[in-house]
């Protein structure tokens, strides 16, 4: 009577070993998912301590659209200064809708002043005047001068602000795209937070950020599950900035992002080990 080939030590010794890789290659380790790590142990970004932030006054580029209003006691003369769809908007003789009925005064693209490819904007009663190069408050004083010498307004009041703050983000996040922030300063991690976080599969220590510079564009690798970045100037993103999330190698691998998916990664790989071992001892 035959009786079965039992397996041979060294076939559980690989079934283990393959079970062991498996296991190990699998997982995500939560150094590489956590965020804002004190991974330096660096006193000054202790937790509780006061870290300093880097702001940095943004220069205008080409391509930017600015938002700029004009006050003054004498009204009518500061509303020449504005395109004449606008005006007739303000004083409600209509023309503030497009095809759609909806009002283009709420829209930035159709109210703002383009920057150029030359870096100028285009003001009504102004004429050509350049923009590229200054912060929006340069641009303001510049503006009130103009008009103080040309028109003699001397109680003008400018207000300049950017359009917003457009961004691109794409890779590994839960909603890739392009999108514009109403608001003032947006931070790198709000940035992704609005992007609906980053995947399990993101590399977060090397988070690649496309910036635009007068002279062209220069290419910066961010950690952001370090906090070494706060006090840096890429702690609060640019108009403009793209934002790019490579995947982690475990994706060359081709296994789960999850625990229950990883498992049955490992049951589906020891399951076809033991058949083919199984085989094999047969003969």
């Given amino acids: 009577m035959k009786t079965r080939n039992r397996k041979s030590p060294l076939a559980l010794k690989l079934m283990g070993f393959l079970f062991v890789v498996l296991l190990v290659s699998s997982c995500i380790p939560n150094e590489k998912i956590v965020y804002l790590q004190n991974k330096e142990d660096d006193p000054a970004l202790a937790n509780d301590t006061l870290i300093e932030l880097k702001r940095i006054d943004y220069r205008l580029q080409p391509n930017d659209i600015l938002l700029i ?14 395109p004449i769809f606008q005006r007739r908007a303000m004083m409600g003789l209509g023309g503030g809708n497009n095809n759609n009925g909806n009002n283009i005064l709420n829209d930035p693209y159709m109210t703002g002043y383009h920057i150029d490819k030359n870096g100028e904007i285009e003001i009504n009663g102004i004429g050509r005047i ?13 503006i009130e001068d103009i008009i103080r010498t040309k ?10 602000k950017l359009q917003g703050i457009p961004f691109t983000i794409y890779g590994e996040v839960g909603s890739p795209g ?50 070494a970045i706060i006090p ?29 998916q990883n498992l049955s990664v490992i049951v589906s790989v020891i399951s076809s080990t033991t058949l083919i071992i199984s085989l094999l001892t047969r003969f």
């Fill in 232 to 260: 840096t100037e890429y702690w609060f993103i640019q108009p403009d900035d793209v934002i790019y999330v490579p995947p982690l190698k475990i994706r060359e691998l081709g296994v789960g992002t999850s625990a229950l």
């Fill in 130 to 142: 350049k923009a590229a190069g200054l912060t929006t408050d340069e641009l303001k004083y510049s």
């Fill in 151 to 160: 028109d003699g307004v001397m109680d003008i009041l400018v207000g300049v």
């Fill in 69 to 82: 209003n004009f006050f003054s006691k004498e009204t009518q003369a500061v509303e020449d200064y504005y």
């Fill in 178 to 227: 392009s999108r514009v922030e109403r608001v003032y300063e947006l931070t790198l991690l709000e940035a992704i937070a609005t992007s609906g976080d980053l995947t399990l599969n993101a590399n977060r220590e090397h988070v690649i950020l496309l910036r635009d510079y007068p002279d062209g564009v220069r290419i910066h690798e961010i950690d952001v599950t370090g906090r």
